[in-house]
């Protein structure tokens, strides 16, 4: 049988929506928009329905977001969302760009239903109160005339206004669960069912009661509602709503209007001023600026010219520009950067996992209180007793507990991802804020990604710019920043200079092999015109030198210094004197010369014990590994190849945008500015976060401690009891919100 998502398994199509997991290719992973997700319970009946070896699902009841991985060599993707259908929770994946649309139905459909809740809830009172305040003065006749008003206007809003609350609590049932909304449905349904009892009797009846349980209820889920989507608006407005087509040039000049998916690398564009470039790409022609701050929180404008990337997300500001098409729209960067914010959005803190472990006993605990507290009262007022039981069923609800941990999580994540820090798993909040040792990688991280190095002297017979291209040459294949800074004072270089003479031209030397010396440096293999050469780069203090020695007894070696200038990447000194400042330990792991690496700690008032200076990867294991095994949370910061392995073991890892792939793979933060002051302020928003989720925890044990004992009590009337309840998670929501400043 043909189902709604079978669409999805058609290979082409789930590129759209799905990727393998990073480090685990036969792993597909997607993020999935379930509006029915309001509750603990709900996670946990989504997490029970895919739950096996092959396939997982972690899901978000603020954001309304779940993460789904499966192997599809035993899972079809198609079969897995169907069966998320099948128990209540309609899923619609996003595409990997994520430019989502929110379905406005949902929201509509709530608006409606508390707009229904309200009016009935008005209407009945207006026929309840010259009930009350008339008394035995009203005619038998019209008495009973107004309780059938009431009674016929709290059937919409039974059947309509509160439908939301009695579908979850069967849906629960039916899985054998009971989740937040059940309850409320029982409180409102012993309500219900005792007025029409009590009428017929000839009893006081509650119809004004129920009407005000629902219409309360509804107006305060629909501002907890959007309270919830205030704090999960950071993440989709910090990423551009990107537009939905592009002018892609035909080979004849022409242009024609094309959907953004449809771009392939190689493709040109043109992009007019003031509008947001669709994917990434490199300039072909023009000259502008490009508002880069939606990315990087860099409010600057920055100078583009031919020949340089832009990214999708970014705008035009002054010209029009011609560019290529580098990455296809689900492949780009602003789409990675999303896929980066969502995992975090939908990952379980251990915080959080400990509340839903309590929700559901919390729950059932109130269903038998509720009980005892009925048969308690029904010897002693029996009347009472089912407005007793329902205000205890109404009352006590662990939605407020259930809401204290993602909200806050999430308001943080947003306003983090604003400023252009991307936290890859929300867990990193909580390793951030306690971390007390810091290790900071030197080059390129502590210093900016291009030193600035020039020529200190030449053997006769090498000239300056020929020494500069040979060493750009061989370090191309480096990733470090030193590679950078040769490539871009050798095009300096070669601009200023005429073309090479024929017997100095070593930077046409053909390079047979580079290899690392273990020392430091790299060492090539070279062939000048059939004679064979030896090139070492080695650094050396502030200096980095390269020898070329002949293999052939008729030439003579030659050598060149190159001085190299490191520069303090913006904030790293206030970074680090304020960490210090908190108590924190700062220490530099560099496999740089000692003396470079000295004299940099001494710009950043680090005593020389906090300096490790020529260490390889497996030193800088070795170290954070002896700190973790004295009982220390420990952050390292790093932005090259060799600083992976140590990222990865970190408890918590941060790179920059300008760092290396690998390095920002094993990155769980991610600083977008090339300022590494960023990471003070998500140390601060971690902290932050961190007491606002303790002081709703807090809120929320002490709102049921207090609650129950006054509602067995005969204290709080049903009606009070719906709006505590409601009002708790809006209390709760609104709290959350102070994560996102």
Known sequence: MMTPFAILDDPEELLEYARPMAGQPDRQEAILAIDAVHCAACTQTLAAAIDDAHARIEVNVVSRRARLEWEPAHHAASALLQRLADIGYEPRPLPLDMVERADPRPRRRALWRMLVGVLCMMQVMMFSIPRYLGGEQIPPDLQQLLIWAEAMLTIPALLFAAGPFFSAAWRDTRQGRIGMDTPVALGIAITVITSVVAFY???????????????????????????????????????????????????????????????????????????????????????????????????????????????????????????????????????????????????????????????????????????????????????????????????????????????????????????????????????????????????????????????????????????????ARIERSSLHPVARAFAEAAGKVLKKNAPLPAELAFGEARILEVTNIPSGGLQARLDLQGTPWDARIIPEHAFISLHLLPLSAEKTPLHARFHLQETLRPGAATTVQQLQADGVQCLIVSGDHPERVK??????????????????????????????????????????????????????????????????????????????????AARQAARRALAIVHQNLIFSCL???????????????????????????????????????
């Open 201 to 471: 009797q000839g009893h006081e009846v509650y119809f004004d009661s129920v009407t005000m349980i629902i219409g309360l209820l509804l107006v305060a889920r629909w501002l907890e509602s959007r309270a919830r989507e205030k704090a999960a608006a950071g993440l989709g407005n910090s990423l551009a709503r990107l537009p939905e087509a592009a002018d892609r040039l035909r080979p004849d000049g022409s242009i024609e209007r094309v959907s953004r998916r449809r771009l392939q690398p190689g493709d040109h564009i043109s992009v007019p001023a003031g509008t947001t470039f669709a994917v990434d790409g490199l300039i072909l022609e023009g000259q502008s600026e490009v508002d880069e701050s939606l990315l990087t929180g860099e409010s600057e404008p920055q100078p583009r010219g031919p020949g340089m990337p832009v990214v999708s997300g970014s705008l035009n500001l002054r010209d029009p520009l011609i560019v290529e098409v580098t990455h296809r729209a689900a492949d780009s960067r602003l789409a990675e950067l999303n896929r980066l914010i969502e995992r975090a959005s939908t990952s379980r803190p251990s915080v959080l996992r400990t509340a839903d472990r309590y929700a559901g006993p919390f729950l059932v605990a109130v269903l038998l209180i509720a009980l005892a507290a009925g048969i308690g009262w029904w010897f002693i007022d029996p009347a009472r007793a089912p407005w007793i039981a329902a205000a205890v069923l109404i009352v006590t609800c662990p939605c407020a507990l259930a809401l204290a941990a993602p909200s806050a999580l999430l308001a943080t994540l947003g306003g983090l991802a604003r400023r252009g820090i991307i936290i890859d798993r929300s867990d990193t909040l909580e390793s951030l804020a306690q971390s007390r040792v810091m290790l900071f990688d030197k080059t390129g991280t502590l210093s900016t990604s291009t030193p600035t190095l020039t020529v200190a002297g030449t053997s006769p017979g090498l000239t300056a710019a020929d020494a500069l291209q040979l060493a």
């Open 599 to 680: 004299r940099l700690g001494r710009q950043l008032e680090l005593a020389d014990e906090a300096l490790h200076a020529g260490a390889r990867p497996e030193d800088k294991l070795a170290l954070m590994q002896h700190l973790q095994q004295q009982g220390q949370r420990v952050t390292m910061v790093g932005d090259g190849v060799n600083d992976a392995p140590v990222l990865s073991r970190a408890d918590v890892s941060v790179s920059l945008a300008s760092a290396a792939p690998l390095a920002q793979h094993h990155a769980d933060i991610l600083l977008l500015s090339e300022r590494l002051d960023g990471l003070l």
């Open 703 to 741: 709102y049921n401690v207090l609650a129950i004992p006054l509602a067995v009590a005969g204290l709080v009337p049903p009606w009070l009891a719906g709006l505590g309840m409601a009002g708790s998670s809006l209390v709760v929501v609104l709290n959350a919100l102070r994560a996102a400043r």
